[in-house]
C-alpha cells in the first residue's frame, strides 16, 4: 500500500464506493473527518489496493492511549463493497505487520466483524460511541402512543410562537450567511449554561470549531445543509446535517433554546421532513456515555445502532 496526504478531491472517490454499500456510520464525512480534533486531519492519509480505500490518521497527541493500542496510526474501516471486507482488513494487518506497526482499526460495524476471524483479531466495543439510526419516517410523522408526548410538545411550540411581537411569529427556514452571527451566539449560549468534565469540554470545543468550518461550506456544498427556527428577530434552533452516498441522512449538530417550550422536538420534526424523507436510515450520532443525551436519544425510539469495535490484529 501507499499512502500519501489526503486531498478534497479524494472524496469524490470516497463517495463511488460508499454508494455501493449500506454504511451507516458518519466516519467518511469530511465534515466529520475535519471538524474533529481527534482525527487530526492534517495528518490524515489514504491509500488505494485491490479496490479498497484506506485511510489512517495520526490522533492528537491529547488521545493517545498506549495502554488500549492508541499509540500510532489509527485506521478508518477499510472502504469497499461488503463481498471484498474480509480481503479488506487481511491485506491490512499483513502491510502493518510488514511495516511493524500495530493494526489498530477504530469504528468497525458489526456486519464487518461478523466477517473476519477471531484467531487473527481481537474485538473491542464502547457502546459510549454506538451512532443511533432511526427510521426517518419515524421523526417525520410521529405516529403511535409513544411519540404522543413528542406530537404535544411540538403542538405547544407551534401554537405558542405562532405569533410575536412584530405578529410575524416562528419561522424555520434555510440557514443564510447573515444569520452566521446570531447562530454562533445560540451555540455559544447553550454551551454557557451547561457544566461538562473535561473530556466533554474538548468535545464542545471540537463542535464550536465544527459548526464554524460546516457554515463556511453551506451553499457550496450539496451534501451538507442547515436550517433554523427564528422567532422574533433571534435564532432560536439550529440544525445541520448531509446525505451520505450510501444513503444515510445525518444530523451532526442539533441545538435550541430550551427558554422556547418544545424547541427541540420542533426543529428535529421539521429538518427530517424537509430534508431526510427519501433516505434510507438517519444517523443521530452518539450520546458519548452523558445521561441526558442518551435519555433524549432513546426517546425517538431508534431503529438500531451503528456499532463502533476497535478491531487489533493479535
Given at each position: 500500500?501507499?499512502?500519501?496526504?489526503?486531498?478534497?478531491?479524494?472524496?469524490?472517490?470516497?463517495?463511488?464506493?460508499?454508494?455501493?454499500?449500506?454504511?451507516?456510520?458518519?466516519?467518511?464525512?469530511?465534515?466529520?473527518l475535519k471538524g474533529w480534533k481527534f482525527f487530526n486531519f492534517e495528518s490524515m492519509q489514504i491509500a488505494?489496493?485491490?479496490?479498497?480505500?484506506?485511510?489512517?490518521?495520526?490522533?492528537?497527541?491529547?488521545?493517545?492511549?498506549?495502554?488500549?493500542?492508541?499509540?500510532?496510526?489509527?485506521?478508518?474501516?477499510?472502504?469497499?463493497?461488503?463481498?471484498?471486507?474480509?480481503?479488506?482488513?487481511?491485506?491490512?494487518?499483513?502491510?502493518?505487520?510488514?511495516?511493524?506497526?500495530?493494526?489498530?482499526?477504530?469504528?468497525?460495524?458489526?456486519?464487518?466483524?461478523?466477517?473476519?476471524?477471531?484467531?487473527?483479531?481481537?474485538?473491542?466495543?464502547?457502546?459510549?460511541?454506538?451512532?443511533?439510526?432511526?427510521?426517518?419516517?419515524?421523526?417525520?410523522?410521529?405516529?403511535?402512543?409513544?411519540?404522543?408526548?413528542?406530537?404535544?410538545?411540538?403542538?405547544?411550540?407551534?401554537?405558542?410562537?405562532?405569533?410575536?411581537?412584530?405578529?410575524?411569529?416562528?419561522?424555520?427556514?434555510?440557514?443564510?450567511?447573515?444569520?452566521?452571527?446570531?447562530?454562533?451566539?445560540?451555540?455559544?449560549?447553550?454551551?454557557?449554561?451547561?457544566?461538562?468534565?473535561?473530556?466533554?469540554?474538548?468535545?464542545?470545543?471540537?463542535?464550536?470549531?465544527?459548526?464554524?468550518?460546516?457554515?463556511?461550506?453551506?451553499?457550496?456544498?450539496?451534501?451538507?445543509?442547515?436550517?433554523?427556527?427564528?422567532?422574533?428577530?433571534?435564532?432560536?434552533?439550529?440544525?445541520?446535517?448531509?446525505?451520505?452516498?450510501?444513503?444515510?441522512?445525518?444530523?451532526?449538530?442539533?441545538?435550541?433554546?430550551?427558554?422556547?417550550?418544545?424547541?427541540?422536538?420542533?426543529?428535529?420534526?421539521?429538518?427530517?421532513?424537509?430534508?431526510?424523507?427519501?433516505?434510507?436510515?438517519?444517523?443521530?450520532?452518539?450520546?458519548?456515555?452523558?445521561?441526558?443525551?442518551?435519555?433524549?436519544?432513546?426517546?425517538?425510539?431508534?431503529?438500531?445502532?451503528?456499532?463502533?469495535?476497535?478491531?487489533?490484529?493479535?
Amino acid at each position: 500500500m501507499q499512502f500519501r496526504r489526503i486531498e478534497d478531491e479524494d472524496f469524490c472517490e470516497i463517495d463511488k464506493i460508499l454508494a455501493k454499500t449500506e454504511y451507516n456510520g458518519s466516519e467518511y464525512s469530511p465534515l466529520y473527518l475535519k471538524g474533529w480534533k481527534f482525527f487530526n486531519f492534517e495528518s490524515m492519509q489514504i491509500a488505494y489496493e485491490n479496490e479498497a480505500i484506506y485511510l489512517r490518521f495520526l490522533p492528537h497527541a491529547e488521545y493517545f492511549d498506549e495502554e488500549n493500542g492508541v499509540d500510532g496510526y489509527v485506521y478508518l474501516p477499510p472502504l469497499a463493497t461488503i463481498d471484498k471486507i474480509k480481503a479488506a482488513y487481511d491485506d491490512l494487518a499483513e502491510f502493518c505487520l510488514s511495516q511493524g506497526e500495530k493494526m489498530y482499526v477504530m469504528s468497525t460495524p458489526e456486519e464487518y466483524v461478523r466477517l473476519l476471524d477471531s484467531d487473527k483479531y481481537n474485538f473491542v466495543i464502547n457502546h459510549d460511541y454506538d451512532e443511533y439510526l432511526y427510521d426517518p419516517r419515524d421523526l417525520i410523522y410521529l405516529e403511535g402512543k409513544k411519540y404522543h408526548s413528542k406530537r404535544n410538545h411540538i403542538k405547544r411550540f407551534v401554537e405558542t410562537y405562532s405569533t410575536s411581537a412584530d405578529g410575524k411569529g416562528y419561522v424555520f427556514r434555510s440557514y443564510q450567511p447573515s444569520d452566521y452571527d446570531k447562530v454562533m451566539q445560540l451555540i455559544s449560549g447553550w454551551q454557557s449554561t451547561k457544566s461538562f468534565d473535561e473530556e466533554y469540554s474538548d468535545a464542545e470545543a471540537d463542535e464550536y470549531k465544527l459548526v464554524k468550518m460546516a457554515l463556511s461550506r453551506v451553499g457550496t456544498c450539496p451534501r451538507c445543509f442547515a436550517d433554523v427556527i427564528e422567532y422574533d428577530g433571534k435564532i432560536i434552533a439550529f440544525s445541520m446535517g448531509e446525505i451520505t452516498a450510501s444513503g444515510v441522512g445525518i444530523t451532526h449538530i442539533e441545538k435550541g433554546d430550551i427558554a422556547y417550550n418544545g424547541v427541540y422536538p420542533a426543529i428535529c420534526q421539521m429538518f427530517a421532513k424537509k430534508h431526510f424523507e427519501n433516505c434510507r436510515i438517519v444517523n443521530r450520532q452518539e450520546d458519548m456515555g452523558l445521561e441526558g443525551l442518551r435519555r433524549s436519544k432513546r426517546s425517538l425510539y431508534p431503529v438500531g445502532w451503528a456499532q463502533k469495535y476497535a478491531v487489533i490484529a493479535k
